[in-house]
């Protein structure tokens, strides 16, 4: 089956973890050596993974490029395709179709200090460029990474943020909204609440922002507060995604459809679309 | 360079009928009063040449349901096999509207990633064209330069003169097609390529004379960018239904839905798509929220796809060729043209 | 591709559209542009409502039950075992120890099949179906008033009305092409006003809502009744030469003043008075009613109110008047014409009277019994009581329809034996003893009867799944199994029989409903059928319309301290009854996954619910938990709950409080406590 844009390549199930309160990680192996061997993707890009007799989601890639010969990708059970991935074990053969999106902005981001700002689950495409950066660590500045959630157990890819932690020229700063009953140390507030805690050099910085829609939203207000540009604000949208390949219509937003001309865009690319924004401004 | 040739009117069943013996025929039919496209019955081939097809000819290559792929599963082994459509037809009595609904359709499945399915039914077709002497009821192509008569878009396009059509190319495959039936055809003399001329300047005329304002392409996309917030979207959608109905008869409207689909046999299912609507409330629909709340907003979506994203992205394509179906198709006694008058006169 | 013209499956308004198949499968939808209600438009349900056809639910064989589980059998092993059974229960019990409930989706065919099976095979009244449980009020209310209990005009006409009162009707989401006729009306001048607790989309276009108390339907009317009299806005020459019983109903409604009609209602005396001028003003006005006045302990008075309201003002018997009742289902009114009920034949001709039921006697060639059977909600008490003992079920699921779902669930649980024809396992089924697997509407031949009297033709268009079989064949193979044989080579024959049996039926034939529908009456087979009823006399003997003068009489459960919340339950365009085809379809699915509670805010803040969360929502009968819709478009005190979700059933909390003449459940009034999780 090759070149059927709507056929997924198989893909076995080479482990699954549980990586935080209702989300797993997978990592996956394309069953076509060849397929595999081709297969090259970018930071936040994703794919649209198929459970045979359920159906399709789109799924960002957590895996990063340098990480040869697999590909993870980290989800939340919450409809009837990821619930049923969930139930999947390695060794499970599943369907994978893509890399469909834009992307993250790499090259054009170089010689930058970049701030990560995650919440939840939204570490998951953000790790995917973390690591990537870290790979090529003298293109870039500080790389200040700030990750939030509602509680403890929802916090994702803890070896990771240890690793980042120890690494130089990099910092990591933890959050949870609300105190836990045990143990929690760092800090007690919503990941906004980070900001101040770092110092940022504005004109040479980037902000990549990734979460809840709500947060994105507070965060954004925070970071255009704090001076940065419209341009230096890059995060992702999500939409309801069908074909993933800009066809079904679903993700339309303006003349853009999220799964072509994004998921990633630039704080003033969304200004532009007008929908994106102001939602729900006409009637109730 | 598009030949010109002359059929008489009485002939064109027999060449119609002829095409059989190579393609599938699709032509305009009358059942039960309705104007449908259908295959030709070739044992009594009638083709209808006044009115305009209740629904566009687009599922000739995007069906209202289509199955694209059949998963078969056993164990690990997973078979995965694609159903195209390589039958190749012929469709007759395409109305200008509908061309330039193809054409915006050929657009949007073709690029980016090629369509599979779309390609195999559109590389098989051919297109036969048929110009509108007159203006239908709630059509408004005129302003919207995508009729009444075409200028792309077909392999072969006819116009009614009377007791002959006149007959253009507008392809290789169309020159063939006149070619392989030669001994029908007669020369167009410049008397019929005069009436052609006439023909189409008398029936814009009278397009000005029935639609409520003017409205072109260039402004109105501009117009409607400044009515974005405009009550105007509130009060239109009230009486909307969410029938899906505009969508579903529209040219150019191309949305799906993928479902996979159990079948009867264990391990068995089928990747469908869907004809879909961005008027329905569950088009927007994610876990969490939901992105267009309102009827408002997804009016507003359907007027803005078609006049301003459409354009927008794809270079000037057409979002809108002016058939007026949504409005004949609306329980809710929605009309694009009042929308437009209303935007256009602010 | 075939395409197949066909009439909608769902709603009684009756459109036709094209069924596309290809290798026998239904995989497209085309509109009819000459069909005079459709007019080339469908709802969401026309469109895409039809994936269920093919779905792998579908039931392909029948079944018959081994202790709590089902196992496949043979069509003849399945007939033998109910023909056994029931003949013992006769034998042992009598006739009327047995029960059929037919059904309202089913084709005209099919109930006539049915209700003869029930009264010449089994030999018992006992024949009933959901009207039951929609319009029962209706066709008691308008024969006793008019002689006839159907939709008087028909729906074109409703565009061309001046003035529309539309009471107890959400029209956008149950009868979407009614609405169309009411938004061209309005587009064109008309004046709509719109009595209905909650705002429901008509409200945009309304130059009147009345926001009336639940149940308060007479009161209201009454309080419009007083003004036009009060006014001298009445048709004099109309009541006096057309009707009777002015007087009575003058005396009544001088009790209900505006201001005592605001009392009741809760509805300001200002726009009582306003919609009474405005009514009564009109050259044409038009009521237009559905479930919100007819699911009541006082639904038949609230129809008679309505057609008290038409005839003082003389809109009766002209074009786009009338007394309109939009009748749900596909089939609603053709099971009743069909005579799917314990008192009437087909055509509404009395069992008690013997010369009718000789002329039955004669056709059918058996004695038939000649005392009226017992209503599907009666027929739940003699279940319990232990004097029913078997129930056979055509296409219906009253687990999920009837009210008090703990009630309807020990009733069937009692029966000693249960046979359900349908084409899904639906809740009910899962009680049966034997299922049996009948077809959709696309796989087979036969008549619906919309709501505006016109029966029309529903095509085959596939064939049946697996071993599933037309619903009148199974009826006519199981009668054969009986003992009283049926045989017909196909529908319309069956259909010739019915119009040789029923005056209003006399003219129909599959040859001329080839060239469109006909309403009846249409009692020969020149008769070019009667788009309006009662043009010169009503139908009533002597020829004219019955005032009734009814009082106000509230609901049987009221909110109190502990239950202190009005639940109305209702339904939405996107899923059909208890859900078990529209369920079944992604677009419909996608609309409404889920039940919902509608509350509105005030109410929300007081019990500290938020919009989306869970909530318990409890009445003395069972308890149910669902999300909260917030919303301002419901009055306090009242909370909405749709009945098409199994999961969060509806009817767990009603009460099977009738409508003491109609046997019609209060589904539209009953006491609930909400709690937040």
Known sequence: MTENIYAPHLVTIKQARDEAEGVKTFKLAFNDAAVGEAFTYRPGQFGEVTIFGVGEAPISITSSPVSKGYLELAVAGVGKVTRALHLKQQGDVIGFRGPYGNGFPFDEVKGNDILFVAGGIGLAPLRSLVNQMFAERDKFGKISILYGARYPALLCFRDDIDRWAGLENSEVLLTVDTAPDNGWEGNIGVVGSLLPKTRIDLENTVAFVCGPPIMIHFVIMDLLKMGFGEDRIITTMERRMECGLGKCGHCNIGEKYVCLDGPVFSYQHLKELGESIELHTLGK | MSEMRILDKAKLAEFIGKLGADF???????????????????????????????????????????????????????????????????????????????????????????????????????????????????????PLGTGPFAKDSFDLLFTDLGNRFLIETGSEAGRELVASSADLFAEARDADKAKLKELEEKCKRAFESSLPSTVDLATVSNKLSGAWGDALWTEESET?????????????????????????????????????????????????????????????????????????KYNGAVGCTGCGRCIEVCPGEISITNILGRVMRK | MRKILTTCEFCGCGCNFYLGVEDDKVVAVYPCASHPISQGKLCIKGWMGHEYIHSTERLKTPLIKEGDKFREATWDEAYQLIADRLQQIKERYGSDSIAVSTSA?????????????????????????????????????????????????????????????????????????????????????????????????????????????????????????????????????????????????????????????????????????????????????????????????????????????????????????????????????????????????????????????????????????????????????????????????????????????????????????????????????????????????????????????????????????????????????????????????????????????????????????????????????????????????????????????????????????????????????????????????????????????????????????????????????????????????????????????????????????????????????????????
């Open chain 3, 105 to 677: 989706k089913c084709t005209n065919e099919e109930n006539y099949l049915l209700q003869k099976l029930a009264r010449a095979a089994i030999g018992t009244n006992n024949v009933d179906h959901c009207a039951r449980l929609c319009h029962a009020s209706t066709v008691i209310g308008l024969s006793q008033t008019f002689g006839s209990g159907a939709m008087t005009n028909s729906i074109p006409e409703i565009g061309s009305a001046d003035v529309i009162f539309v009471i107890g009707s959400n029209t956008t989401e149950q009868h979407p092409l009614v609405a169309d006729q009411i938004v061209k009306g309005v587009k064109g001048g008309a004046r709509l006003i719109v009595a209905d607790p909650r705002q429901i989309q008509l409200t945009k276009l309304a130059a009147l809502h009345l926001s009336h108390r639940p149940g308060t339907d007479v009161a209201l009317i009454n309080g419009m009744l007083n003004v036009i009299i009060a006014e001298d806005l009445v048709d004099r020459e109309f009541v006096s030469s057309r009707t009777e019983g002015f007087e009575e109903l003058k005396e009544v409604v001088a009790g209900y003043t505006p201001r005592k009609a605001a009392e009741i209602t809760g509805v300001p005396a200002e726009k009582i008075i306003e919609a009474a001028r405005i009514y009564a003003g009109g050259k044409k006005g038009t009521i237009i009613y559905a479930m919100g006045i007819t699911q009541h302990t006082t639904g038949v008075d609230n129809v008679m109110s309505c057609a008290n309201l038409a005839m003082l003002t003389g809109n009766m018997g002209r074009e786009s008047t009338g007394v309109n009742p939009l009748r749900g289902q596909n089939n609603v009114q053709g099971a009743c014409d069909m005579g799917t009920l314990p008192n009437v034949f087909p055509g509404y001709q009395a069992v008690t009277n013997t010369e009718l039921r000789q002329k039955f006697e004669k056709a059918w060639g058996v004695k038939l019994p000649s005392q009226p059977g017992v209503t599907v909600t009666g027929a739940i008490n003699k279940m319990i009581a232990g004097e029913i003992k078997a129930l056979y079920i055509m296409g219906e699921n009253p687990m999920i329809s009837d009210p008090d779902m703990s009630h309807t669930e020990k009733a069937l649980k009692n029966l000693g034996f249960m046979v359900v024809q349908d084409i899904f396992l639906t809740e009910t089924a899962r009680l049966a003893d034997v299922v049996l697997p009948g077809v959709s509407f696309a796989e087979k031949d036969g008549t619906f009867t919309s709501t505006e009297r016109k029966v029309q033709r529903v095509r085959k268009a596939i064939e049946p799944l697996g071993s599933s079989r037309p619903d009148w064949k199974i009826i006519t193979e199981l009668s054969s199994h009986l003992g009283y044989k049926m045989d017909y080579p196909s529908p319309r024959e069956v259909m010739d029989e019915i119009a040789k049996l029923t005056p209003s039926y006399g003219g129909i034939s599959y040859d001329r409903l080839e060239r469109g529908g006909l309403c009846w009456p249409c009692p020969s087979p020149d008769h070019p059928g009667t788009p309006y009823l009662h043009k010169e006399k009503f139908a009533r003997p002597g020829g004219k319309g019955r005032f009734s003068a009814v009082p106000y009489r509230p609901p049987a459960e009221l909110p109190d301290d502990e239950y202190p919340f009005t639940l109305t339950t209702g339904r939405t365009g996107f899923h059909w009854h208890t859900g078990t085809m529209t369920r079944k379809d992604w677009a419909l699915d996608r609309e409404y996954p889920k039940g919902y509670v509608e509350i509105n805010p005030q109410d929300a803040a007081n019990t500290g619910i938020r919009n989306g969360a869970m909530v318990k929502v409890a009445s003395r009968r069972g308890e149910i938990s669902m999300q909260a819709n917030v919303v301002d478009t419901i009055q306090e005190g009242l909370v909405f709950i749709p009945f098409h979700f199994a999961e969060a059933a509806a009817n767990k909390l009603t009460a099977a409080n009738l409508d003491p003449v109609a046997k019609i459940p209060e589904y539209k009034v009953c006491a609930v406590k909400l709690e937040r999780g």
């Open chain 2, 24 to 142: 599938e025929v699709i032509v305009p039919r009358r059942e039960n009063g309705n104007l449908v496209f259908g295959s030709l019955d070739h044992t009594q081939p009638v083709v209808e040449f006044t009115g305009k097809p209740l629904v566009p000819p687009k599922e000739y290559f995007f069906p209202q349901r289509e199955e694209l792929l059949t998963f078969t599963v056993k164990g690990k082994e997973i078979k995965v096999e694609a159903h195209l459509d390589k039958v190749k037809r012929v469709i007759w009595g395409i109305r200008p509207c509908d061309l330039a609904g193809i054409k915006t359709l050929d657009t949007i499945f073709l690029s980016n990633y090629t369509d599979n399915y779309y390609q195999a039914r559109r590389e098989n077709t051919i297109l036969m064209g048929l110009n509108c002497n007159e203006p239908c009821s709630s059509g408004f192509c005129s």
């Open chain 2, 240 to 312: 909307c239904i969410l029938c899906g109905g505009c969508n579903f008869i529209c040219p150019t409207c191309h949305c799906f839905n993928i479902e996979d689909v159990p079948a009867e046999q264990q391990g068995v299912s089928t990747r469908v798509r869907y004809w879909d609507s961005c008027q329905l409330g569950g088009f927007t629909q994610m876990a969490a929220e939901n992105t267009r709340r309102t009827q408002a907003e997804r009016l507003r979506q359907r007027v803005f796809h078609k006049l301003v994203y459409i354009p927008d």
